[in-house]
């Protein structure tokens, strides 16, 4: 989906969606509402609004918890969002995005709540008549799931994913590729954006001090102390400008090494998430990004045969067995699943 014509949708909602996807309970609890304006309602666009809902349950700071066994049951004079939101943060999937939906519709945007299953696990290949090979996947309760779909005017339902620990399918881009703007990644790198700022600010200075030398009068000064001076700025400035660009071609293999070091001080779920997502970032930025038609799967299969390896899909497996088994608890990232994505991400980068 175009980022930008999402932001800039113009026409307005028709009546159908409007009466029937921005209903809310008459009992709704007004803090709902407030909290939902403080998060979103200063934005002036659509997609933009329902991201900041979508990313407050994200950001760990809010506190929020996936939790499958012993969630809290609301009592008959609690609300299930209010609760929630306010009260236990710990859910799953239908807490996320149930509370998600009634936070868009108190800004009158519809949305809806959506429940089904991801793709499950690939079991056999299987030949058809026509020759063709499909995959053969088994689907269990286990992978049931729900999230939120707002609507857009002249373009449709667009999905998004509340659920802490869990990333969206849907592939949002910009028309105009820009760096640097990945949402919801968290491992550390270098900033490309702030890079080319600060690169553009040395330059400006360095342009600067050669009009000065050109212009400047040892009113105060001796000359030779005046040029001394300056040439010891121009070389300050070009041994950052230097330190810049090194960190910025290493970026990469500095974000592992600070993945790696978090992944086995924390031993935790969101470490290891965070690190696969990184991983995928790398892929993109080598011209392998996975496209939006294939599974994770599949995708994996794809980049082991790429790089002559089973790391990938082995990752991808661990990955999938932590977000949908709730393998959660501290401790869980194992040194083997650590290793094999060092490993592959070295085989990468070499």
């Known amino acids: 989906y175009d980022v930008h014509a999402l932001r800039n949708v113009s026409s307005k909602d028709p009546e159908a969606i409007v009466n029937r996807y921005t209903q809310l309970p008459t009992q709704l609890p007004e803090r709902v509402a407030q909290l939902a304006d403080e998060l979103a309602g200063h934005i002036d666009n659509r997609f933009d609004q329902a991201k900041a809902i979508e990313n407050y349950f994200h950001t760990d700071e809010h506190g929020f918890v996936y939790q499958l066994s012993d969630v809290p049951i609301p009592q008959d004079n609690e609300d299930y969002v209010d609760q929630f939101l306010f009260d236990t943060k710990a859910g799953y999937c239908d807490n996320y995005s149930t509370s998600m939906v009634v936070m868009l519709r108190t800004l009158d945007i519809p949305a ?9 696990e690939k079991k056999a290949e299987q030949v058809s008549r026509a ?66 700022a600060e690169h553009r600010a040395t330059n400006d200075q360095s342009e600067e001090i050669v009009e000065d030398e050109t212009t400047a009068t040892a009113e105060v000064e001796p000359a030779s102390t005046f040029k001394v001076e300056k040439w010891h700025m121009v070389l300050a400035v070009t041994s950052l400008a230097l330190i810049l660009v090194v960190l910025f071609k290493n970026r990469f293999s500095i ?75 501290e401790g869980t990232i194992s040194t083997e699943a650590i290793g094999l994505w060092k490993k592959l991400m070295k085989t990468i980068l070499n």
């Open 112 to 120: 809806r709540w959506v429940k089904g299953f991801t793709s499950g």
């Open 131 to 196: 020759d063709d090979i499909y995959n053969v996947y088994e689907v269990t309760n286990k992978n049931a799931h729900s999230w939120v779909e707002v609507y857009f005017p002249e373009i449709g339902w667009i999905p998004f994913e509340p659920t802490k620990g869990f990333s969206n399918d849907a592939d949002f881009h910009k028309s105009t590729d820009v760096q640097g703007d990945e949402d919801s990644l968290e491992i550390p790198s270098v900033d490309v954006e702030n890079e080319q």
């Open 255 to 329: 974000g592992m090494s600070l993945s790696v070091r978090r992944m086995k001080r924390q031993l935790d779920a969101e470490s290891f998430q965070n690190a696969y997502h990184y991983l995928l970032k790398l892929l993109k930025h080598k011209g392998y990004e996975k496209p939006s038609g294939i599974t994770l799967r599949e995708y994996a299969t794809k980049i082991d045969q790429l790089y002559a390896t089973t790391s990938m899909k082995r990752l991808t497996l661990y990955y999938e067995q932590l977000i949908y088994n709730n393998h959660a608890e």
